[in-house]
């Protein structure tokens, strides 16, 4: 029988009615109530890290989590956590970067709706991570709807949908149909290595969506605040200098010494900034080319590179490396 450990954050999963919406209550254990077939099969201890709407979830929270995985790891055999939808996508990344070599399973779910309601998508959501954190795979993955998720790629697309979150640039890692995991490519197993933890943060990070109109003081005011900052232009990844000229303001921005990355707002297909004028005019030996990341990812890896380093050339290595497959043009 498997020993998995159950880790909650709180979310919608855990939630229950207010007198001012849904708040998350359940405890770990209450939340396993509802599943009470899980424990004849599994055998799942539980630890409690929080119970916040993921709203609320903080990079530093991401450190509380990860650290709880490597501090357990070897009396395990895969770990599940239950976490809000909202910054799942987030906390998904962040613990990729945090833990490497993973050599088992760590799998993130929640719900779109309380698993304390009658309609539930709760229950399938647990009953799939569970299964799939039994598998002799490493990494961190998202589990949910059916769908299992590299936890680099994953984007929420749906506010309300059981469908909720989907896999950007990268294929589903697998799919479960009940006991039945079907995966998209060969699984690959490989030699066991020592995990790595590594909580360092600089949270100092900005990110900022371009607009046609957006005035060039504005990266004045981040360059007095920030030591990173993402950037998500248009299309291929070209930034204006017509007008209101914002790659001066870029380049203004690395000569201070803090680290820009450019990303695309187009969810799919990553930028591309040698192919029109507006992209080529950025100084890529010190912008950094996020290639085809989702922001959800950028962010964090952002963050934990700057924990380690606010060297320019670096911090651009290390961000175009790629980590947990989160970079794969």
Request: net charge negative; hydrophobic share 35%; proline share 4%.
């Amino acid at each position: 029988m498997k020993k998995l450990m159950l880790l909650t954050t709180g979310g919608t999963i855990a939630s229950l009615e207010g007198d001012n919406g849904l708040v998350p209550e359940l405890e770990a254990d209450e939340i396993l109530s509802y599943l009470p077939g899980l424990n004849t099969l599994y055998h799942i201890e539980t630890k409690p890290l929080m119970n916040i709407d993921s709203t609320n979830m903080q990079p530093e929270y991401w450190g509380i989590i990860a650290k709880a995985i490597y501090e357990n790891y070897d009396n395990y055999d895969g770990f599940v956590i239950t976490h809000g939808t909202d910054t799942m996508a987030y906390s998904s990344a962040a613990i990729s970067y945090m833990l490497q070599s993973l050599d088992k399973p760590v799998v993130i779910t929640g719900s779109q709706i309380p698993i304390s309601f009658q309609k539930t998508d709760a229950k399938k959501n647990i009953s799939d991570a569970v299964r799939f954190a039994c598998e002799k795979i490493g990494g961190v993955f998202i589990v949910f709807d059916g769908r299992v998720i590299q936890g680099t790629r994953a984007i929420k697309l749906r506010t309300k949908s059981y469908d909720s979150f989907e896999s950007i640039n990268y294929p589903y890692v697998a799919s479960i149909y009940g006991n039945k995991i079907e995966y998209s490519n060969p699984l690959q197993t490989e030699k066991k290595k020592e995990i790595k933890l590594d909580t360092s943060l600089c949270t100092d990070v900005s990110l900022v969506k371009l607009f046609p109109g957006i005035k060039p003081e504005y990266f004045d005011f981040l360059k007095e605040h920030c030591q990173g900052i993402v950037v998500e232009s248009y299309g291929s990844g070209g930034i204006p200098f017509h007008g209101r000229n914002i790659l001066e303001k870029l380049n203004e921005l690395t000569e201070s010494g803090i680290s820009v990355v450019v990303t695309t707002q187009c969810l799919e297909e990553g930028e591309d900034m040698e192919i029109y004028e507006v992209g080529r005019k950025v100084n890529q030996n010190t912008i950094i080319r996020s290639r085809n990341m989702n922001t959800e990812a950028i962010v964090p890896k952002l963050m934990w590179v700057l924990g380690k380093t606010h060297d320019l050339k670096r911090v651009k290595e290390l961000m175009e490396t790629p980590i947990a497959n989160d970079i794969t043009i």
